[in-house]
């Protein structure tokens, strides 16, 4: 490579005998120039043309090696990357990488596979991390299976559940065709409830029931319902 040889003559004079030597202000006296000299001088120009050439090759050789070392070290930082991270996850105690793990559980799409389950896919770590943190189960959507609820309410501990139902299939269908069918009619944890279509629960056990809200339609007016209740926010 072109001015590679004049790169390493000059780094070995620093090494040898540091910069001040190697590169001295006063360009009449190096190594190559011994005698006192006046920079004026014009028989010393074809020197100073050599001095800015040498320069020159350094800075090209060193331009080159820069262009060269920063792409490897790109390189090796995108190879690296991954490898890092994994070693982060590893030194982390279980009890922050739950912490973590719950604060995915606003993240979780719509589909049957929430990112809880994924969690508990990825590693034994994780499975075992995931299953003890009863928060990321706590969610239930009316389109997972029996196996699939029945996993997740057992995962959840005493949590609270959040039960999530689209506006077109209605929690009363929910809770009838389904989770009667689980021998699930005992809430005694559920104390909030808001729904968009009629709602209709007289047959379900609810003694914590303490708060709803609702779109367009009422509640039924039972007394056990009216005596319990603490907040109630209708929208029409």
Known sequence: MEGLDDLLNLLTRVKKNGWEDALPDDLCQNNYQQETCHPTHS???????????????????????????????????????????????????????????????????????QFAVCLSHVSRRFRSVALATHLLWTTIRNNYGENQTREFISRSGRLDLDIKIPRKSGIELFLKDFLEELGMTDFSQLRHVTYLWPLEVSEFSMPRLSQAEGWGWLLPANDWFLSKFTHVEFHP
């Open 43 to 113: 028989r010393h120009l074809p020197t100073y043309l050599q001095e800015i050439e040498v320069a020159r090759l350094c800075m090209k050789a060193l331009n080159e090696a820069q262009r060269r070392l920063g792409k490897r070290l790109r390189r090796l930082r995108r190879l690296s990357k991954p490898l890092v991270l994994e070693d982060g996850i590893k030194r982390l105690p279980d009890d922050i990488l739950a912490i973590i793990f719950e604060a995915t559980r606003h993240f979780s799409g719509d589909g049957p596979n």
